[in-house]
Nanobody
Framework: QVQLVESGGGLVQAGGSLRLSCAAS????????MGWYRQAPGKQREWVAS???????YYADSVKGRFTISRGNAKNTVFLQMNSLKSEDTAVYYC?????????WGQGTQVTVSS
């Protein structure tokens, strides 16, 4: 079973930037969607952004214009560039893979934005 490993979280001041990375442990199917979700304390997990294997990109309204999702050349990695961070972006960020084998989640990486 494929595993997803996230990295890049941390503590940043409001207005700052962070770049999250997610790498799959092995080659994944050519038909897939990779995305980022987040869960703030006391709240449900929410979708942030997705990118399909064909390159179509979707963003939640709350991050549109500030976050950029992209894939690496190896296609089994996905990145989330987060700019103009706000305190409300504080959450654990999870990488997700939707493929022929079903849905896979990473372990999550903490992002904390101080105001």
């Amino acid at each position: 079973q494929v595993q997803l490993v996230e990295s890049g979280g941390g503590l940043v001041q409001a207005g700052g930037s962070l770049r999250l990375s997610c790498a799959a442990s092995r080659t994944i199917s050519s038909m897939n969607t990779m995305g980022w979700y987040r869960q703030a304390p006391g709240k449900q997990r929410e979708w942030v952004a997705s990118i399909t294997s064909g390159g179509t990109i979707y963003y939640a309204d709350s991050v549109k214009g500030r976050f950029t999702i992209s894939r690496g050349n190896a296609k089994n990695t996905v990145f989330l560039q987060m700019n103009s961070l706000k305190s409300e972006d504080t959450a654990v960020y999870y990488c997700n893979l939707q493929g022929l084998g079903g849905s896979t989640w990473g372990q999550g990486t903490q992002v904390t934005v101080s105001s």
